[in-house]
């Protein structure tokens, strides 16, 4: 099970990180992701991170704004999201892959979304 939280309204500028916590699989060896569905899009990804945490990698448009990072020790994975823009409105969703979960093709398990709005 995958339990995101952590979403909420901010203003444009402004800053929110997001948590997910997981349980029922073994944490360390699974890659962890966040993707983001906005109204009427796809699901696209976000940012993931290998399971030691030794890796990351993001989508271009959040590079330098947004940050992942697990706590293998609390099963939790975050994503630190600053300088908010308006088109980052999206459900977010966390995700787990035993291979590197930069596509949704390669997920073996989702978690129910978090809503971020960001007002301009």
């Known amino acids: 099970q995958l339990q995101a939280s952590g979403g909420g309204l901010v203003q444009a500028g402004g800053s929110l990180r997001v948590s997910c916590v997981v349980s029922?699989?073994?944490?360390?060896?699974?890659?962890m992701a966040w993707f983001r569905q906005a109204p009427g899009g796809e699901r696209e990804f976000v940012a993931a991170?290998?399971?030691?945490?030794?890796?990351?990698h993001y989508r271009d448009s959040v590079k330098g704004r947004f940050t992942i990072s697990r706590d293998n020790a609390r099963d939790t994975v975050y994503l630190q999201m600053n300088s908010l823009k308006p088109e980052d409105t999206a459900v977010y969703y966390c995700?787990?892959?035993?291979?590197?979960?930069?596509?949704?093709?390669?997920?073996?398990?989702w978690g129910k979304g978090t809503q971020v709005t960001v007002s301009s």
């Open positions: 995700a787990a892959s035993t291979r590197l979960p930069t596509t949704a093709s390669v997920i073996n398990f």
């Open positions: 029922g699989i073994v944490f360390d060896k699974y890659g």
């Open positions: 991170i290998q399971s030691k945490g030794w890796s990351t």
